[in-house]
Each structure stands twice: as C-alpha cells, then as structure tokens.
C-alpha cells in the first residue's frame, strides 16, 4: 500500500515571501501521478498542481511549482509571492497510474499554510 | 466548470440513526468517490464507484454503506450512526480516465 507524509502541520510565511512545502511517498510502483490540492477555509478543495512520475521536469503553474524527486520519493511545493488567498490546507496526493487500481487517491495528512500581511 | 455538490453542509444526528449523505455532479463523470477528512490525518477513501450500481470499498469502509442509481448521483450511508463517524464528508468525481478529482464542497456531520 502506498503512503503519503506530510511532516509540516503548520506553516506561516509572510506576504510576497516564498514557502516550501514537504512530502514524501512510499510505494514500490514506477508509473504513478502525485498532486498537491488546496482546500481554503470553509471552501471546496481544488487542483493545484500535478505531476506525472514518468516526467523528469518539474510541473509549474504560475507561482506554484513542485521538486519531484523520484529516487528519494520527495514531491515538495514551492509558493512564491505567497498572497493572503493562499492561506488554506494543501494536501500531498498519490495516484497509481494502473488504471484498474480506479483512480484512487491516497493523501497526507496535510500542511496548513497562514499567509500574513 | 465542473460541479459537485452535497445534500448538506452541516449535519447533527444522534446515536442509531440512519444517515443519508448525497453528491450530484453535473459533468457527466464515471468515477465517484466518498473520502472522510479528519484533523492530522488527511482524506480517507470510504467507497468509490466507477459505474452506475457498481461501487467498491475504499481504505475504511466500515460503518459505511453506498448506492448509485443514477450516474451522476452517489449517496453515502451510514446504517446506525456512533459518535465516531463525527467528521467532514468529501465526494469527489472524475472522467474514468482522468486523474483530476473534483470535489464537493463537504458535509460536517456531528454525531451526538
């Protein structure tokens, strides 16, 4: 079975600062995606970013970008400029890339990021 | 945009009863997911469905039952409520072969 850890409960970062966030995996497949969701206060959760395993470069999407580490099982994000909607939840996900294994996701426990002004 | 909404946002329910949980998504997705959330230990799968009638249990079922009639409905159940089963509720869907999930917006249920 795989597992995510999440070793961050809490961060706080201030405004227009960078934070970096960590995750790392276990699992003994090769072909798997990993993803970092955001779940603001009191609102629905939602895609940040996604990595596929298979991919060497790194995934970026606009502020946000991640250091997949395969070999070390490491999928870390980096919030840059942080802005004060970036305060939420993130959760690290796995997914194994096995099509019959139905698209589960398997979550950390979460890191939760307090920008301040 | 894709759309995924549940029955209730916050619920309260006393010991034995019977409760009834439900997801609508309007994209059309194969894939539905019931995950409960607690402090400290993320999302936890409890049953997904990849087709209409056919489900499948997740991580921790226990305690838990699901039904999908209609594709983009899925309702979670939980035949007699304890005090345990207090938590947040997440559905989620996705395209069977796509990795993006969609959430809801979640269900609080207190279970005193």
């Known amino acids: 079975a795989q597992t995510v850890t999440q070793s961050q409960p809490e961060m706080s970062v201030q405004e227009a600062e960078t934070v970096t966030l960590s995750c790392t995996y276990d699992?003994?497949?090769?072909?798997?995606?990993l993803f970092w969701y955001k779940q603001p206060p009191s609102r629905q959760m939602i895609l940040v970013i996604r990595?596929?395993?298979?991919?060497?470069q790194n995934a970026t999407e606009n502020r946000f970008s991640v250091n997949f580490q395969k070999a070390a099982k490491s999928f870390s994000l980096k919030i840059s400029d942080s802005q004060l909607g970036d305060t939420a939840m993130y959760f690290c996900?796995?997914?194994?890339?096995?099509?019959?294994?139905?698209?589960?996701?398997?979550f950390g426990g979460g890191t939760r990021v307090l920008v301040k002004p | 945009d894709v759309k995924v909404t549940q029955s209730s946002r916050y619920l309260v329910k006393r010991t034995g009863e019977k409760v009834f949980l439900e997801c609508v998504q309007d994209?059309?997705?194969?894939?539905m997911f019931w995950y409960r959330q607690d402090p400290g230990l993320g999302l936890r799968l409890i049953y997904f469905?990849?087709?209409?009638?056919?489900?499948e249990k997740g991580d921790i079922p226990e305690g838990y039952s699901v039904s999908r009639e209609k594709k983009e409905r899925f309702s979670l159940i939980l035949e007699s409520a304890s005090t345990n089963q207090t938590s947040m509720y997440l559905c989620?869907?996705?395209?069977?072969?796509?990795?993006?999930?969609?959430f809801g917006p979640g269900t609080r249920l207190l279970v005193l």
């Open positions: 989620a869907s996705s395209f069977v072969r796509g990795e993006t999930q969609y």
């Open positions: 699992t003994s497949e090769s072909n798997y995606y």
């Open positions: 990595q596929e395993a298979y991919k060497q």
């Open positions: 996900a796995f997914m194994w890339a096995f099509k019959a294994a139905g698209n589960k996701l398997t």
């Open positions: 994209m059309d997705h194969e894939n």
């Open positions: 469905s990849y087709d209409v009638k056919m489900k």
